[in-house]
Nanobody, 127 residues
Framework: QVKLVESGGGSVQAGGSLRLSCVASGGNTRSRNCIAWFRQAPGKEREGVANIYTGADIVDYADSVMGQFTISQDNAKNTVYLQMESLRPEDTGMYYC???????????????????WGQGTQVTVSS
């Protein structure tokens, strides 16, 4: 089974930056061709932030973080990153890495139906 381990969270002042890492291992590599970052703030629903089709470096972002966050990968390390810049208090939340197989009939990935999940890493942005 796929295992995902997140790291890089912490507490920062507004305007600061963080880089989150997600290391993937185990399972058939095709079962984790889609990697996504989600976040959940207290009292709010979980929302997709960014995703990547690792086989082709096709990326997508939520409108709320477009131009602010960047998702990337290091194939040799089986690691996906989320670079977060100009952080705002509303970016506070638990950030999760998730994985699933890419379906044959989709061009890239989206935020639906992820199979495997990491433990999460907390991001706190203060004013």
């Amino acid at each position: 089974q796929v295992k995902l381990v997140e790291s890089g969270g912490g507490s920062v002042q507004a305007g600061g930056s963080l880089r989150l890492s997600c290391v993937a291992s185990g399972g058939n590599t095709r079962s984790r061709n889609c990697i996504a970052w989600f976040r959940q703030a207290p009292g709010k629903e979980r929302e997709g932030v960014a995703n990547i089709y690792t086989g082709a470096d096709i990326v997508d972002y939520a409108d709320s973080v477009m131009g602010q966050f960047t998702i990337s990968q290091d194939n040799a390390k089986n690691t996906v990153y989320l670079q977060m810049e100009s952080l705002r208090p509303e970016d506070t939340g638990m950030y999760y890495c998730a994985a699933r197989a890419k379906r044959y009939d989709e061009f890239g990935c989206d935020f639906a139906t992820y199979t495997f999940w990491g433990q999460g890493t907390q991001v706190t942005v203060s004013s």
